[in-house]
C-alpha cells in the first residue's frame, strides 16, 4: 500500500489530503471518503487504508483548511466543553456549495495522477458528510457511480440540494445506512429519506440496536457486528458500480 499526504489546491488555499491506494495494479476507482465532525485522525485514516485495500485509490480530505484547523484531538462528550464547542463551530462554517467546490478541486487534482481512475467514482461521508457524499452523486453524474451516507445529518431539509432528494438526480446508486437511535436521524427523517428516494437506485437500512457513530472504533458507541455490516454493505455497493 502507498500512503502520502498532499496539499491540494482548492479556490479558497490548500487542502491537507490523506490519500492510499494499492502499490500495484492501477489505475484504480477513486473513493471521496468526507470526514466526521471531529475532523481528520488516525481513526479515519485506518478506515481510509481498509477501502483502499480492496482496490481503491482513496482521498481524505481535510474540510476544516478554510479554518486553519485539521486534527481537532480528543471531544468531550460534554455538550458544553469548549472543544465541542469549537468542533460544532467548525462543522457550521461549511456547507455543499464550498465541499462541491473542494471535490471539483479533488478530482481535478486526481485527474493528473496515474493511479487514480477519476471516469469511476464513489463516495462516503460520515455524520455531517453523508449530506456531502450524497451530493457528490449528483453534483458529479458523470462521475460518481455510488455513493453512502452512514448515519448521516441534515438529511431531509427544505433546501433543493436535500440529501433526500438525491435519488431523483443521479443515476448512481445510493446507499443510507442510519441508526437506530439517533437524535440527529431519528425515525421521521429516515422516513422523509425512504419516501423520497422511493423508486430510485437506493437503499435506506436502519442498524437496529445502534447510535450516532456506531461504525468509529474508537466511540464509546462503536458497535463491532453493526460496524462490520456497514464494511460489508459499502463494500457490495462499490463492487457493483465501480468496475474498471
Avoid at 460518481?144 to 433546501?159: E, R
Avoid at 432528494?165 to 443521479?170: D, F, V
Avoid at 435506506?204 to 458497535?223: L, M, N, Q, S, W
Wanted: one cysteine or more; a negative charge.
Amino acid at each position: 500500500m502507498i500512503d502520502q499526504q498532499i496539499e491540494i489546491p482548492t479556490r479558497d488555499g490548500h487542502t491537507t489530503t490523506f490519500i492510499t491506494h494499492p502499490e500495484r495494479d492501477g489505475p484504480f476507482p477513486v473513493i471521496l471518503f468526507y470526514m466526521d465532525a471531529p475532523a481528520i485522525r488516525e481513526e479515519l485514516r485506518d478506515m481510509a487504508r481498509r477501502l483502499a485495500t480492496s482496490g481503491y485509490y482513496v482521498m481524505l480530505p481535510n474540510l476544516y483548511y478554510r479554518s486553519g484547523v485539521m486534527e481537532l484531538g480528543p471531544i468531550p462528550p460534554d455538550p458544553e466543553a469548549p472543544e465541542r464547542k469549537a468542533m460544532f463551530g467548525y462543522m457550521n462554517s461549511i456547507n455543499i456549495p464550498m465541499v462541491m467546490e473542494d471535490t471539483t478541486a479533488l478530482l481535478a487534482w486526481a485527474d493528473t495522477q496515474k493511479a487514480a481512475n477519476t471516469r469511476i467514482v464513489g463516495a462516503v461521508g460520515y455524520c455531517m458528510s453523508g449530506r456531502y457524499a450524497i451530493n457528490a452523486a449528483t453534483h458529479f453524474p458523470d462521475r460518481v457511480k455510488a455513493a453512502a451516507s452512514i448515519y448521516g445529518t441534515h438529511l431531509a431539509t427544505d433546501q433543493p440540494d436535500s440529501p433526500h432528494l438525491a435519488g431523483q438526480k443521479t443515476k448512481a446508486e445510493l446507499y443510507f445506512a442510519c441508526a437506530e437511535t439517533d437524535i440527529y436521524a431519528p425515525q421521521e427523517i429516515i422516513d422523509k429519506v425512504t419516501g423520497g428516494v422511493k423508486g430510485a437506485n437506493a437503499e435506506v437500512e436502519v442498524y437496529p440496536g445502534t447510535h450516532h457513530g456506531f461504525a468509529f472504533p474508537k466511540r464509546p458507541v462503536y458497535h463491532r457486528d453493526a460496524a462490520e455490516r456497514h464494511w460489508e454493505r459499502l463494500l457490495a455497493l462499490y463492487r457493483r458500480n465501480l468496475t474498471k
